[in-house]
């Protein structure tokens, strides 16, 4: 038992089975130290019988009555044709940007864990100001909610507030029309007041963030969005002086903590990646020219992965004989339980990344 | 003596809310309607429907002690209700009758062949394979394929949050019209077959950690026998993934291995009982041949060597190039084998027109893309 007891979660049986056991019952388990229902449900019988004195049979039927008490909030089993059309599983978030939304099916996607891969200078950190900026605009608008705040956890560089400025006020004619601005406010402070930022260069760091602060924030301010930039960035000291297995271990730890912010809050959870160059093709869990950092163990975790591609195009101009550059930006699909694997080119305006 | 509400099969939450509502003893849900209770009490209204047919079904429960000994009556709440007992022993008739059908289709020729007749009922059946490979998809196209008999369903256990049901419902679509207009499966008429009556067949339980997905597993054979009493004959059972939420929260090899086998124990049970078929996704890990820092990184299915002795039937899907592949690499009657596959819009295809070369088949993917994109604006 001691070895299960490292599971988190779980709630006391006092509280679960409330009415569902006798009490003397219960009692007699707490005495012998199993006090939570995971205790029951993931234990062994002949264990439990052993050291609580209740016969199997016993332990069976209640084992039996508490699995049925937790699968109540599995869902019940709905049939999918009642979720349909408009399902109450997931919500989309728009990333500001028209066809963009259109290609991914209205927006992000969440509950779930999203991943923005992609070299430096992509566009990343682009596309995450123009989620925040969403984060803030009504359900209606595909947005988390008017009033939501926004965390965003920098890894790297300095949260960039002159970019973020530039794209609220590129887009004011939208987003006056769906937003009241309080007149003694200016667009920009109405919607930068409420994008809390921290700074995150370690692995430890970024656990405690999300440990205690994130809380924090969806307690007191109605949290909308997390975004961390990058997730590579916050491990970087891991994976230069830790050994594999403790690595693996804080990877999954940190992938938990993102995914169950997410899917408790029910809000969406970002993380934006590097690539690197994929040169053995013994990796077989990507295509393209490069893959995402972090491995397999991170892609296992992911819900979403979109991919941004920058490369530079060399151009043969026959009437001047003259070599020139252009750069061309590619957004793929990588990784998604409901969209094709497409990839669509794309620029970067003043009013943020747009399909071409 | 009067019940109170909290004896209740019902999530916490909800009785707190009756009770706040006051409502505090059985009797005074009896005549309320689930609009009525979900306005009373703002529950949303499928859980109230969910706690009026409890009520009922405590009702009918507490008719029949009394009847037979009062003194029960306390116990008798907690025990799983043997009345269905009778219609499962008639299910056997159509257990015979569904070993008739040897498999579910995947919806690829090739992949049916090398498993067989496709995935086979009365057996637990693995996919593994890396992320973006199609386990997902695959998954979703059984559940689809399974109720293309009229009388058939599934149940679909995701612990991912993965499941999207605009992506179910595009692939069932797909299954109706291709089966209107081309073939018609095993004789059945399926000219008015539409993706929402196979969609009303397929059960969705979402599991957020082991313990919610141990639970529901072990109150499936309820589930099933319930369903089957409704004329709905559950033939497949998806949990996508299974490796997802063991490897997330189970660090522990020894208290892992052992819950895994209990879980799947409870699952082969299934499958010997009402004999439907099993299926799992797992995922894959890195794992290194040799020492370090020679050693050459390989992929292995997760979940370790215990775990691999398990299921009956694996089935690898792996990139080759851009291509998907899927090998056979366990099965008590077919041969290992490599076949290709496809995942279009309408789900899981044979390869259309094998190219040679790797890039003619790349290009010719990508203009076929971005003519799909053209065709959405």
């Known amino acids: 038992m001691s070895g299960s007891d490292r599971l988190t979660g779980g709630e006391p049986i006092k509280i679960v089975a409330d009415s569902l056991i006798q009490t003397e019952i219960i009692q007699q388990l707490n ?7 995971k205790d029951i449900i993931l234990g062994s019988i002949p264990d439990i019988a052993r050291r609580s004195r209740l016969s199997e049979s016993e332990l069976r039927r209640i084992r039996h009555s508490l699995s ?95 970019r973020f400025k530039e794209l609220v006020e590129a887009r004011s004619a939208l987003l006056y029309k769906h937003r009241q601005v309080p007149v003694d406010k200016s667009l920009f402070e109405e919607f930068s007041d409420r994008v809390y930022i921290e700074k995150a260069d370690t692995s430890s760091g970024l656990e405690h963030y999300l440990n205690r602060w994130i809380p924090k924030l969806a307690a007191e301010k109605k949290l909308g969005i997390v975004i961390v930039d990058s997730i590579a960035g916050a491990l970087r000291d891991e994976f230069m002086v830790n050994t594999n297995s403790l690595r693996t271990e804080t990877l999954w730890r940190i992938a ?29 869990s990507s295509r393209g020219p490069n893959k995402a950092a972090l491995g397999l163990i991170w892609s296992n975790v992911l819900n979403e992965r979109y991919v941004l591609c920058k490369r530079e195009v060399l151009k043969f101009d026959i009437d001047e004989s003259e070599c020139s550059t252009t750069t061309e930006r590619l957004f793929s699909v990588e990784l998604s339980s409901h969209l094709p694997n497409i990839t669509y080119s794309y620029v970067i305006n003043a009013k943020g990344i747009k399909l071409v | 003596m009067k019940q109170s509400v909290n004896s209740l099969l019902a999530k916490h939450s909800s009785l707190q809310q009756l009770l706040s509502a006051g409502f505090l003893y059985l009797d005074e849900l009896e005549d309320v309607t689930p609009v009525e209770l979900s306005k009373e009490t703002k529950l949303s209204l499928e859980e109230s429907l969910h706690i009026i047919e409890e009520v009922r079904k405590q009702n009918r429960n507490n008719i029949q002690t009394e ?26 008739e159509l257990f015979w009758r569904e070993q008739e059908h040897t498999g ?63 992506r179910a419902k595009q692939i069932a679509d797909a299954v109706c019209v291709e089966n209107t207009s081309t073939r018609d499966i095993r004789g059945v008429d399926l000219s008015i077959m539409t993706s929402q009556s196979i969609l009303s067949r397929i059960h969705y339980f979402r599991c957020q950690d082991v313990v919610q997905l141990v639970c529901v597993v072990n109150t499936l054979d309820e589930f099933i026998s319930e369903k089957r009493s409704e004329g709905n004959l ?26 895994l086998h209990t879980l799947s124990q409870t699952l082969m049970e299934l499958t010997q009982k009402y004999g439907i078929g099993i299926v799992l996704t797992n995922q894959m890990t890195s794992r290194q041949s040799g020492k370090e820092p020679v050693g050459r990184m390989h992929q292995v299915p ?11 039937i694996r089935l690898i899907l792996q990139w080759s190039g851009p291509v998907r592949t899927a090998r056979l690499t366990k099965s008590p009657t077919h041969m290992e084998k490599v076949v290709s596959y496809e995942i279009t819009e309408r789900g899981v295809s044979d390869l259309i027109g094998k190219i040679g070369s790797k890039r003619g088949l790349e290009s010719s993917e990508h203009t076929s893309d971005t003519k799909k994109f053209k065709q959405n604006k």
Not at chain 1, 88 to 93: P, S, Y
Not at chain 2, 125 to 154: H, M, W, Y
Not at chain 2, 234 to 259: C, G, T, Y
Request: glycine share 8%; aromatic share 4%; charged share 15%.
């Open chain 2, 302 to 312: 997760a979940l370790g060597e215990t775990w691999a002795h398990i299921p009956t």
């Open chain 1, 31 to 37: 005495s012998a130290g199993i006090t939570d229902i």
């Open chain 1, 68 to 162: 049925k008490r937790v699968s109540l909030n599995c869902n019940l089993g709905i049939s999918l044709s009642l979720l349909t059309p408009s399902s109450t599983l997931q919500n989309k978030l728009s990333t500001g940007s028209a066809c963009l939304d259109s290609v991914l099916g209205g927006g992000i996607i969440y509950p779930g864990l999203v991943e923005i891969a992609g070299e430096s200078g992509a566009g990343k950190t682009q596309l995450c100001l123009q989620l925040a900026i969403s984060t803030q605009l009504p359900v209606e608008m595909n947005g988390v909610g008017s009033d939501r705040s926004i965390a965003y956890i920098c890894t790297e560089d300095h949260f960039p507030s002159m």
């Open chain 2, 104 to 166: 579910i289709t995947t919806g690829s020729k090739e992949l049916d062949e090398m498993l067989g007749e496709g995935v086979p009922l009365g057996k637990m059946t693995e996919i593994c394979g890396v992320p973006g490979i199609g386990k997902s998809q695959l998954a979703f196209q059984l559940c689809i394929n399974s109720c293309l008999d009229r009388a058939a369903g599934a149940v679909l256990i995701d612990t991912e949050g993965s499941f999207v049901v605009q």
């Open chain 2, 67 to 92: 009847l037979s000994s009062p003194e029960l009556k306390s116990t008798d709440a907690i025990l799983p209700t043997n009345k269905t007992v009778s219609q499962s022993v008639s299910s056997l």
């Open chain 1, 256 to 284: 938990k903590l993102l995914r169950s912010i997410s899917f408790n809050y029910n809000i969406p959870v970002v993380c934006t990646n590097q690539v690197t160059a994929n040169i053995d093709n013994s990796d077989l």
């Open chain 2, 234 to 259: 559950i033939k497949l059972v998806v949990i996508d993934s299974i490796a997802f939420p063991f490897r997330m929260e189970l660090q522990d090899m020894r208290v892992r291995s052992r819950i």
